[in-house]
């Protein structure tokens, strides 16, 4: 049974830093695609960043203060995000693609105080 888990979510004022990781369980292939998204209360789900194909893919919102990157062993993704604001405070999930197949972590709450 292949799970996502998700750590590194807090509290932190603005301008500070956070680090996300998330690392597949259960599976012995690696991921197609390892992505970041987040969702605020009552808005819609976003691609925060995504590693795919060896290509890398921000939101505007995040290009320049967050850094999605992985293990060599290819199964934990990270989310390095500098620079932190209010605006980023939300429910980020860790979403990856084996073998064709979706997967989602339950989400890590951040919260950026002004």
């Known amino acids: 049974q292949v799970q996502l888990v998700e750590s590194g979510g807090g509290s932190v004022q603005a301008g500070g830093s956070l680090r996300l990781s998330c690392a597949a369980t259960?599976?012995?292939?690696?991921?197609?695609?390892m992505s970041w998204f987040r969702q605020a209360p009552g808005q819609q789900r976003d691609l925060v960043a995504r590693m795919y194909g060896g290509a890398v893919q921000y939101a505007d919102s995040v290009k320049g203060r967050f850094t999605i990157s992985r293990d060599r062993a290819g199964k934990t993704v990270y989310l390095q995000m500098n620079t932190l604001e209010p605006e980023d405070t939300a429910d980020y999930f860790c979403?990856?693609?084996?073998?064709?197949?979706?997967?989602w972590g339950r989400g890590t709450q951040v919260t950026v105080s002004s």
């Open positions: 979403h990856m693609i084996i073998r064709g197949v979706d997967f």
């Open positions: 259960g599976s012995i292939y690696t991921p197609n695609s």
